[in-house]
């Protein structure tokens, strides 16, 4: 006689119930956004560099030990905020197809790095050129 609570052979019981944690996929996030941190702190660099050489006499007596260190400080803090992405991923990713969510990384990516653009070009213009002597 069967009896109505058969498992499917290989189940070892019934199946486990979905929770948002298991639609999360931290791996996936990962592998879109760190590959993308190379990329973004080359073009902030970049932007740094052109401040520097297309005002270089200006910038010259800035270079010290202690300016330098100020730059690492503020590069480490730049892609601190790299990190902020993550904060928007997570949910992201509980509402948006697969499709749907590598369109929306890429332009999160895009509109954060121009953000993050413009405000390394107004620091720059606005608080460290102007008392460089």
Same mark, same amino acid.
């Given at each position: 006689?069967?009896?109505?609570?058969?498992?499917?052979?290989?189940?070892?019981?019934?199946?486990?119930?979905?929770?948002?944690?298991?639609?999360?996929?931290?791996?996936?996030?990962?592998?879109?956004?760190?590959?993308?941190?190379?990329?973004?702190?080359?073009?902030?660099?970049?932007?740094?560099?052109?401040?520097?050489?297309?005002?270089?006499?200006?910038?010259?007596? $800035? +270079?010290?030990?202690?300016?330098? !260190?100020?730059? /690492?400080? %503020?590069? #480490?803090? @730049?892609? $601190? +905020?790299?990190?902020?992405?993550? !904060?928007?991923? /997570?949910? %992201?990713? #509980?509402? @948006?197809?697969?499709?749907?969510?590598?369109?929306?990384?890429?332009?999160?990516? %895009?509109?954060?790095?121009?953000?993050?653009?413009?405000?390394?070009?107004?620091?720059?213009?606005?608080?460290?050129?102007?008392?460089?002597?």
């Amino acid at each position: 006689m069967e009896t109505s609570n058969r498992t499917q052979a290989g189940s070892s019981g019934p199946a486990p119930s979905s929770s948002w944690g298991e639609n999360l996929n931290f791996g996936e996030a990962m592998r879109f956004w760190e590959p993308r941190r190379l990329l973004y702190s080359l073009i902030l660099g970049v932007a740094v560099v052109i401040w520097i050489v297309a005002s270089w006499p200006h910038f010259r007596v $800035a +270079f010290s030990f202690g300016n330098l !260190l100020r730059l /690492i400080g %503020l590069g #480490l803090i @730049a892609n $601190a +905020f790299y990190c902020a992405a993550y !904060l928007v991923d /997570i949910p %992201l990713q #509980l509402l @948006a197809s697969s499709a749907m969510r590598a369109r929306w990384r890429w332009g999160l990516w %895009l509109l954060g790095t121009l953000l993050a653009l413009l405000i390394e070009n107004y620091w720059i213009a606005d608080e460290i050129y102007p008392f460089v002597r």
